[in-house]
């Protein structure tokens, strides 16, 4: 139970909490951006939120956790890798108007999906002994 609470967590982050922050002003709608650099953050947002819809039904109604921990490993993992690459293409997690969302002077992504990515591989390694 705990590894399907653990998955459910980092899919919560990924498919409702992400598309919850990023469809306002300083996103989607943010008229500084290219409307390419739109197009491509609301096709991340519908295909995070579909990957985390079929994460869901593979935990609690298949039973199946594996695959569903590793596509969210995939999702938050994908997100800590651009972050760690941010300075070799221009990237920020800055917004616009110089504002960084932060909790605990970290990053507020890199600290929730931070930790939902070792949680989540904390809960494989454990299943896998248990076995």
Sequence with gaps: MTKKITIT????????VVPFLELNETHVWNLDWTPHARIHEVWQLFTN???????LWLVWFKKETTISALLSLFVTGGFLAAYLL??????????????EKMLFGINMGVLGFGIAFVLIIIALVFSKIKR
């Design 86 to 99: 941010k300075s070799s293409y221009g990237g920020s997690m800055q917004h616009s108007d110089g504002t």
């Design 49 to 55: 939120s579909s990957i985390g819809i079929l994460c």
């Design 9 to 16: 967590f980092s899919i919560i982050l990924y498919a409702v």
